[in-house]
């Protein structure tokens, strides 16, 4: 027969609680993360958790059930369907339009109304959704939680009157996993401590070596984009905004020797030829051992993407070891760059970007996920199984008064943890081009080494 144990063990895998360093929304530092929406999409799951809580409760005291929004939702929805107690739905605001309703469903005054929670914390969201619930002259007089934080909330509204049911907490939960070896002691005393209100230590991450990144990274282009770094001690990228085959040309050849990749906007060249540009460009990526990074950042629908990479006159799929794609169009939409690596678009270094923090999580489990991704563009630190790619470097300049905001290679590595600089005007338009490009790898090179 299940036990409780043993179905917490369950939903475990479904990977409802994360530990590490996580800031919450108040930006408190959190030794562990919560999110039960994942058990949603699991219907046996969904249903077992259902009874385990209803099992909790005296169920003939309540009329009516009701799931804080949005995460409870399901889970009242899949208990009102087991125990045939009539589903309300409460609105995170009212409707602008029609009956204004904050409360869906059918109800009377006077009924009792069980409330349903996923975590509890301070307790602030059932505060805020009891009164509301109450005003339209339904009680509530009992309260079931999946996971007690143990932060205060249950015994807050226990002292309102409230009967609070919690089905796990952490420090239970925590016992299990350490008991089945998925947690440390370190990790536990951290935990503890974060419980206690005490300050909680966390141990300070250095940033891996090029060396370990080869270990961790199994995109081919990534390989071989590290294995270059290594050989020519160099994390220097180019930036070639020229628009004439023969400045392109002239740049590669200046600065060949001392980068990893030269990116390219090839279609702002004035005067493009396959075979006058791309193929002595080619030659002269494999005479000084550099890449060639197509900044094209795609941005469309991947049937779009895929003419757009393989067709027409630019035909970058045949020459581009790897390209630049923005995510907004989801993670489908990258499934036509075959045979280049892709970089893809997670933030911005223009002054009012729109790639705000939602948009560059959601982003980076795109990249993570993806097989065709093997970096990110970012002005953050993203995680280690992706390489990170940082525009916007400048040794001498703050900003070109067009919003772009520029930051030095010590704050690159130092601060974002970036595996490779970019480096546009501060190079092709020096008036040393091959100077400025040795001064910056060798910037670069000596900020990756002090970050180790």
């Not at 949005?70 to 339009?97: C, D, G, N, V, W």
């Not at 609070?164 to 239970?172: A, G, K, Q």
């Not at 993407?305 to 581009?320: D, H, P, R, T, V």
């Not at 999580?361 to 065709?372: D, G, M, Q, R, V």
Request: with cysteine.
């Amino acid at each position: 027969m299940e036990t409780k144990k043993d179905f917490f063990l369950e939903c475990y895998q479904l990977g409802i609680i994360k530990f590490g360093r996580f800031t919450l929304k108040s930006g408190i530092e959190s030794p562990f993360y919560v999110d039960l929406r994942p058990l949603a999409s699991d219907p046996k799951i969904l249903k077992k958790l259902a009874n385990y809580m209803l099992d909790m409760l005296p169920l003939d005291n309540f009329d009516l059930i009701c799931g804080v929004p949005y995460a409870a939702l399901p889970m009242a929805t899949a208990m009102s369907l087991e125990s045939y107690l009539p589903l309300i739905i409460k609105r995170k605001e009212a409707k602008q339009y029609g009956t204004k309703k904050l409360l869906e469903g059918i109800y009377t005054q006077g009924q009792n109304c069980l409330l349903v929670e996923d975590v509890i914390t301070s307790g602030a969201s059932l505060l805020e959704t009891i009164p509301e619930i109450e005003n339209e002259g339904i009680t509530v007089s009992d309260i079931v939680v999946v996971l007690d934080r143990q932060q205060g909330g249950k015994e807050i509204l226990e002292n309102k009157g409230f009967r609070v049911h919690t089905l796990f907490t952490i420090s239970e939960v925590c016992s299990i996993l350490k008991e089945e070896g998925h947690l440390s002691d370190d990790e536990v005393e951290r935990i503890n401590d974060f419980l206690a209100g005490n300050v909680v230590k966390f141990k300070e991450e250095k940033r891996i070596s090029y060396e370990q990144k080869l270990d961790l990274c199994d995109h081919s282009v990534a390989q071989k984009l590290l294995e270059i770094a290594i050989e020519k001690k160099s994390n220097l990228i180019v930036s070639a905004d020229v628009t004439t085959t023969q400045e392109l040309l002239a740049l590669a050849e200046k600065v060949g020797p001392h980068i990893v990749a030269l990116k390219t906007h090839i279609d702002i060249l004035i005067d493009f030829n396959s075979d006058q540009t791309i193929l002595p460009l080619k030659d002269l990526a494999t005479k000084y051992n550099f890449l060639l990074m197509e900044d094209r950042k795609f941005a469309d629908i991947g049937n779009t993407q895929e003419l757009q990479f393989a067709y027409g006159m630019y035909k970058i799929s045949n020459w581009a070891d790897l390209v630049t794609a923005q995510v907004i169009a989801g993670y489908d939409s990258l499934d036509c760059f075959r045979n280049v690596g892709v970089v893809a678009i997670l933030g911005m270094s223009s002054k009012g970007t729109l790639t705000d923090s939602s948009y560059r999580e959601e982003a980076t489990k795109i990249a993570l996920s993806h097989p065709n991704v093997f970096g990110g563009v970012a002005q953050n630190k993203i995680p280690n199984e992706l390489l990170l790619f940082t525009p916007g470097i400048n040794l001498a300049d703050s900003g070109d008064g067009k919003g772009q905001q520029y930051n030095t290679p010590e704050h690159a590595f130092a601060q974002l943890e970036t595996d490779f600089i970019i480096v546009g005007r501060g190079i092709y338009k020096s008036n040393d081009p091959e100077k400025s490009a040795l001064t910056y790898r060798i910037a670069g090179w000596k900020a990756y080494e002090q970050s180790l």
